[in-house]
């Protein structure tokens, strides 16, 4: 029997002549006792962490301006978690920089499990991608909890611009080079590509407006002063149904049951241009695994339950996440690979 093996029997029959007798020093004893009890700590950590998290409000930190397309997903999420888990969600608008200033935040944040993020590809895929120094590191500052919704985006123009189809924004911009203007949710957003890709297709030349986001943008899409955008459906939504806002496509590969009479672009002719996308909750790097497997699962529950499906994924246009929590982080690291090669593909596109 090992001497390690001994004195575990020793101890079971609290005999210490026979530790002593068996060979051991005191310094070997003290250093069993030791590690003996760390391991016993930490099988009771898990289950104790499991049953009092959360003991205070938990934070989630939304990228873009609030009465966006984020809040309309990320509010009813908060609202639901507290009716049916009973703990209060604080959802903190921090926009600006294309999603930079509210990733920066929580990357830096505590990794107490208080802190998330309601992440997308704008700031985890796109902005690595379009920029050369960032105040974190999206593949190493945070840990993948939940997808929480995937959704096309829709070209959408001012009711008053003569166009009505892709070929009559073709034949309007052709005759006019730079005399259209398009607005985005910023420099590298993911509405700048999507209109620099379009622009390339369609071989045509519009003048790119930045926003800091989607209200601030559809607002002037509404009053006329840009005549183009692509979005995701939630924002303009309400702006298409009274009429101020005319839909021309749906850049997904199906139309969307909350705009059911606007076609898609392969309907339109234009079946390899797409311009899809997520949002996601991540946390910052460190974060426990266990309080991650505990909300990534209360937060995919509820995401794809029938009432949050009818109240806020069909209602704003979205799409049910298709990638589950397990397999969330591979998604996040291919995502990142193709944004930055479809931004090397665009050159000096986007830095226009």
Not at 31 to 38: D, N
Not at 193 to 219: C, R
Request: glycine residues 6%; hydrophobic residues 45%.
């Amino acid at each position: 029997m090992s001497q390690t093996g001994r004195f575990t029997e020793c101890i079971s029959t609290q005999d210490l002549r026979c530790v002593i007798q068996g060979g051991l020093t005191k310094s070997r004893i003290l250093f069993i006792l030791i590690v003996s009890s760390l391991g016993y700590l930490l099988s009771l950590a898990t289950p104790v962490l499991a049953d009092t998290w959360p003991i205070k409000p938990i934070k989630i930190v939304v990228p873009f301006p609030a009465g966006g397309p984020a809040d309309s997903l990320v509010r009813p999420l908060a609202e639901a978690l507290n009716k049916k888990h009973g703990y209060t969600v604080i959802v903190e608008n921090k926009p600006g920089a294309n999603a930079a200033i509210a990733s920066q935040f929580v990357a830096k944040s505590a990794p107490d499990g208080y802190t998330f993020l309601l992440g997308s590809d704008a700031g985890l895929s796109l902005a690595p991608a379009t920029q050369k120094t960032l105040p974190y590191d999206a593949a190493k500052d945070f840990a993948a909890v939940t997808m929480v919704a995937q959704f096309s985006q829709v070209l959408t123009v001012n009711p008053n611009f003569p166009v009505k189809t892709i070929q009559d924004l073709q034949v309007v911009a052709s005759k006019a080079p730079n005399s259209v203007s398009y607005a985005s949710i910023g420099f590298g957003s993911q509405s700048h590509i999507a209109l620099e890709t379009l622009s390339k297709a369609l071989n045509i030349k519009m003048i790119h407006v930045p926003y800091t986001g989607a209200p601030p943008a559809t607002t002037d899409l509404v009053a006329g002063n840009v005549q183009v955008m692509i979005s995701t459906v939630a924002g303009p939504l309400p702006f298409i149904k009274s009429g101020k806002v005319r839909a021309i496509g749906i850049a997904g590969p199906e139309r969307i049951k909350s705009l059911p009479n606007v076609p898609t672009f392969a309907e339109l002719g234009m079946p390899q241009f797409e311009s899809r996308g997520w949002f996601g909750i991540v946390a910052p790097a460190r974060t426990s695994p266990d309080i991650i497997r505990v909300f990534s699962r209360q937060v995919w529950e509820i995401t794809q339950s029938e009432e949050y499906t009818s109240k806020v994924i069909d209602f704003f246009g979205f799409d049910v996440a298709k990638v589950s929590p397990q397999n969330f982080k591979e998604f996040l690291i291919k995502d990142r690979a193709k944004w930055k090669e479809l931004v090397v593909q665009m050159g000096d596109a986007i830095n226009n």
